[in-house]
């Protein structure tokens, strides 16, 4: 049959490439298995309706191990099905052989294996199915070990979806033990050799005196060892304007309230305090409540970022705090303000 060439004309190839795997782990097997197959395959047979179900049996193999990844084998299996004749309305058992080849591949050269290959099954008539499936094994000594399979069968003849699993018991040759190693006698005398002192880290404090092995070099240390850290102010701040009459914050101000946003995120203790200011044009009274409104309109876009509203104050200094205190147009649109600036302590490493 069409696979029996195919099956010869891979187990050659397999023989023959085995020289160049000399230098891994390798080795033939051979083992005998337990097999269940599913199966679900109707009118087989048009003229007498039979339907064709699950199978047990057993069979052999025999494989090679090319390395800690790979490995090949070919495979026979004696299959007994239970078998629906529609016509004659009885159940009875059919006779089934299956044999093909699978290559597996062994995970990070361990216990656990995936498989892929192909099978040819005769049953009633010839079908031809690849599988895929995953696998365990677990050696019980150097050389005996216990598998246990699942597999996926997909048919291409007829387009039958089945699964199967086997467990079976191998011997693989050719791995023997490393011979023990003589005992050497013990010394009938001790020789002290005296041992220099170490300082692994090279922080200038000697191993047996450091508390923190192992400190970046970049780091200075005290006297244990340990990462010196020293206090170190950060600061931000913000600046937003408006229109004349206005508290609407323009959205080109957005990403600079966003770097305010993270600042107060990265430092979880500190608050902030949005000054609120306005020109000396118009209502001295109104202005004072403009500029309120100004810095509540910029507190809302902090809010919005995630900053909680007990870490905001806000204050309207109306034309309280000029900027610029000149008659023109461009003095008044510098006046028309929120400012904060919003410092913190940070801890940091002090470096060599």
């Known amino acids: 049959m069409k696979l029996k060439s195919l099956t010869i004309a891979i ?3 397999a023989t023959s490439a085995s020289t160049f795997a000399a230098d891994k782990e390798e080795g033939l097997y051979l083992g005998v298995f337990g097999d269940y197959y599913d199966a679900s395959w109707k009118n087989m047979r048009a003229q007498t309706g039979l339907d064709v179900n699950e199978s047990t049996g057993w069979g052999v193999e025999a494989g090679y ?3 800690d ?4 084998r070919l495979e026979y299996a004696d299959m007994d099905f239970n078998a ?3 016509a004659a309305g009885n159940r009875n058992n059919i006779d089934g052989e299956r044999y093909g080849i699978d290559a597996l591949y062994h995970l990070d050269g361990g216990p656990f294996y995936g498989l892929f290959g192909i099978k040819e099954m005769d049953v009633v008539d010839d079908n031809t199915f690849l599988n895929a499936g995953v696998g365990y094994q677990h050696f019980i000594t150097d050389g005996f070990f216990v598998n246990a399979e699942t597999a996926v069968y997909q048919g291409l003849d007829k387009g039958y979806t089945d699964v199967g699993a086997k467990i079976g018991i191998n011997y693989l040759f050719g791995q023997n033990s490393m011979p023990a190693q003589p005992v050497e006698p013990a010394p009938t005398a001790v020789v002290e050799v005296p041992v220099e ?9 000697l191993d047996k005196d450091d508390k923190c092995p192992n400190t970046p070099m970049t780091d200075a240390v005290d006297g244990d060892g340990c990462t010196l850290y020293e206090d170190r102010e950060v600061t931000t701040s913000l600046l937003v304007t408006f229109p004349h009459d206005s508290a609407q914050v323009g959205q080109r101000y957005f990403d600079d309230i966003a770097s305010v ?6 430092h979880e203790d500190t608050t902030v305090l949005l000054e609120g200011h306005a020109s000396a044009v118009g209502n001295a009274n109104y202005n004072k409540m403009l500029s309120k409104k100004r810095a509540d309109d910029v507190a809302q876009e902090l809010i919005k970022d995630g900053i909680a509203e007990d870490r905001i104050t806000t204050v309207g200094l109306g034309e309280e705090r000029l900027k ?6 461009e003095a008044h649109a510098e006046n028309r303000r929120v400012e904060a600036h919003v410092k913190s302590i ?3 490493k002090v470096k060599r």
């Open 69 to 72: 990844y790979w490995s090949a």
């Open 11 to 13: 187990a050659l190839a």
């Open 84 to 86: 629906f004749d529609k």
């Open 261 to 266: 946003s993270e600042f107060l995120k990265e």
């Open 197 to 205: 002192p170490k300082d692994s880290d090279n922080d200038n404090i």
């Open 346 to 348: 940070e801890r940091v």
């Open 65 to 67: 191990r090319f390395s």
């Open 324 to 329: 610029n205190t000149a008659n023109t147009k």
